[in-house]
């Protein structure tokens, strides 16, 4: 790296840490972070020491399935108008709602099968979960672009009371519990109640931003505007559902592989990950919509910058979590649940090395370019299904084997990544704008 290199990083790292609104925006969602984390740190034990070890794990069944049948609602449609309303069309979002209401039956029917399946097999428990989501499934999930619509707008004010009562909703569930009150089970009775809050409050959320629209006097999408946010929601969506494999097949494998306890310390471990992960969902709603608009060379440049700044940033963050994880599930979760610490450590290493492949993909996505997105996928989707399995049958059998797969896909997957962000240098030419600005 030469001089010239190394001057304009240092450069553009130090713009990044004078930015006001960067730095506002930041704070402002890094606090809504700190609250959903605390909430959370409150909530995960207090499941573990009111509910059984394995009805936690039957929710943890339930949650390994709910991404595959998300699909089935073109959840990606909630990026694709997310990425029109980042570029100044924010009926995007209700072209979103519109499609997503309606496509929302499939998935409805898909988990009504799915708790046909599991009262076939005797999991009578797990399969009265599957009918508590298919009954909710419409306006729970299928209007989850709300958020996005926010964070699009940059509306981070707003944004935080979102993060912070769909948090709240969460602890619906606690109520009838500590009544010891309870339909079917404990854990049916707790997630119904927990449905049951955050429908409400997404339809408010909904109603109040459709409304909104309608007053801010802002014309709606074109019917060609509209094909072309739906168009690019299904490609999402197919790109997403290789996305899910590669995300899930791990959670997958120890829900039919292994007892509903390991299901529950392999859960507790992804609630870990999740938060980690929750960064990252941060720095894209404070740095896309601001990317997004930049000229081609420019977009470039920024991206490869923050890439590597990022990509740093969270290794520093995977090292805080792991400690700061393993002491806190030592001291706030029963005994039982120890033997998730392994499993967690192996799923932090893997979101820190997925980073730089998750941003390679936002950069493509920012292009409209589904075919890199594509072949990352792919490839990471085939990763993370034949790792998993080839370690679980290679080595002991345990869950660690799969979460060592998980590790080694989320590597392969950040590889490709960087590698087609790299070569996609070589194919942009300077705009009018830039070329200007060059002379």
Request: aromatic share 14%; glycine share 8%.
């Amino acid at each position: 790296m030469n001089s010239s290199t190394v001057r304009q990083l240092r450069a553009s790292i130090w713009r990044r840490l004078h930015n006001r609104h960067f730095w506002q925006a930041g704070s402002v969602l890094m606090l809504a972070n700190v609250i959903v984390l605390t909430l959370g740190l409150v909530r995960t034990p207090a499941m573990t020491w009111l509910l059984p070890k394995e009805q936690i794990g039957m929710m943890g069944v339930l949650a390994a399935w709910i991404p595959f049948v998300q699909l089935l609602s073109l959840s990606g449609l909630d990026s694709s108008s997310y990425h029109f309303v980042a570029k100044g069309k924010p009926w995007a979002f209700v072209v979103n709602v519109t499609y997503r209401l309606r496509w929302s039956l499939l998935s409805v029917v898909a988990l009504l099968v799915g708790a046909g399946y599991w009262w076939y097999t005797g999991d009578v428990g797990v399969a009265w979960l599957f009918v508590i989501a298919a009954i909710s499934y419409p306006v729970t999930i299928g209007l989850t672009a709300a958020g996005g619509m926010l964070a699009a707008q940059e509306k981070f004010n707003k944004l935080f009371w979102y993060r912070l009562w769909e948090s709240i909703t969460d602890f619906a569930g606690f109520i009838p519990i500590l009544l010891s009150v309870w339909w079917v089970s404990q854990i049916a009775t707790f997630y119904a109640a927990n449905q049951v809050a955050t429908a409400v409050m997404m339809l408010g959320y909904t109603w109040w931003i459709v409304r909104g629209l309608r007053r801010g006097g802002e014309p709606p999408l074109t019917d060609v505007e509209t094909k072309e946010v739906v168009g690019y929601g299904k490609n999402l969506t197919a790109i997403g559902s290789i996305s899910v494999i590669q995300s899930r097949a791990d959670a997958l494998l120890v829900s039919f592989f292994f007892p509903a306890a390991v299901m529950a310390d392999y859960t507790i471990a992804l609630i870990v990950y999740n938060q980690i992960k929750s960064l990252w969902g941060i720095y894209i709603a404070i740095r896309y919509p601001k990317i997004v608009r930049l000229q081609p060379i420019a977009r470039f440049r920024h991206s490869a910058i923050e890439l590597v700044f990022v990509s740093f940033l969270f290794v520093g963050i995977g090292v805080v979590v792991a400690v700061a994880g393993s002491w806190l599930i030592s001291w706030l979760l029963p005994a039982s649940y120890a033997s998730s610490i392994g499993y967690m450590y192996w799923l932090i290493a893997a979101i820190v090395v997925l980073i730089p492949g998750a941003f390679a993909e936002m950069y493509f996505r920012m292009l409209e370019q589904e075919k890199p997105q594509y072949i990352m996928r792919i490839i990471g989707a085939v990763s993370a299904v034949l790792f998993p399995v080839a370690l679980l049958y290679g080595l002991d059998g345990s869950v660690y084997s799969v979460a060592m797969g998980r590790f080694l896909a989320a590597s392969v997957f950040s590889m490709v990544g960087c590698w087609l962000f790299v070569r996609s240098r070589l194919t942009l030419e300077p705009t009018v704008v830039e070329i200007n600005e060059l002379l």
